[in-house]
């Protein structure tokens, strides 16, 4: 074969060598690009849903906090109306607005408990279970309290009711804070 051959066919070769490590390179760029944008899309994908997690998280936390809050507000009402009633009826005076007053607060906290069996968990949800049927023993230990006259076993029971249902709100308390606490349910 003469040179101009040998040469026409190596440039014809290199030039399709060329070519193909053109191509291949190009693949290869295009390929690693690929993988490039697809793990910074999987990257952006995790952080916002992480930070939707996150949010969502602390929507819940703020919900409950509201919601505990109600419930306090209505217990601490609930106990200040049986602190008067009593009072009333020690002294000797009427009690008929103080006993729906009472019963209004009762149902107060019926309401505001209402609500958490959708926020969760279920511990506090049992809790405040427990608080609204501590709440409403002690209503009802109050009911015939003021026929009773002056009867130490009534008012002996009455105290027993109340430190139950304080008793009931504190365990409440608690586990609102143990759940507000944290930030799994």
């Not at 690009?33 to 949010?55: F, I, L």
């Not at 601490?76 to 009427?94: K, P, Y």
């Not at 130490?152 to 709100?169: F, G, M, P, S, W």
């Amino acid at each position: 074969m003469d040179e101009g051959k040998a040469a026409f066919y190596a440039a014809i070769i290199g030039f399709a060598a060329a070519i193909i490590g053109a191509a291949v390179g190009g693949w290869a760029s295009w390929k690693a690009a690929r993988h490039g944008a697809d793990a910074a899309v999987r990257a952006a994908v995790e952080q916002v849903k992480g930070q939707a997690e996150n949010e969502h998280t602390h929507w819940i936390r703020q919900e409950r906090l509201h919601a505990y809050r109600i419930v306090l507000q209505a217990c601490t009402d609930f106990m200040t109306a049986i602190q008067q009633l009593e009072t009333q009826v020690l002294t000797g005076r009427s009690t008929d607005e103080l006993r729906q007053l009472l019963e209004q607060r009762l149902r107060d906290v019926e309401l505001s408990t209402s609500s958490l069996h959708l926020l969760g968990p279920s511990s506090v949800h049992a809790a405040a279970l427990h608080l609204l049927a501590e709440a409403d023993s002690t209503v009802d230990a109050l009911t015939g309290w003021e026929y009773l006259g002056d009867n130490t076993e009534a008012a002996n029971d009455l105290r027993c009711r109340k430190a139950l249902a304080t008793q009931a709100v504190l365990a409440f308390t608690d586990e609102c804070r143990a759940v507000v606490g944290t930030t799994s349910d």
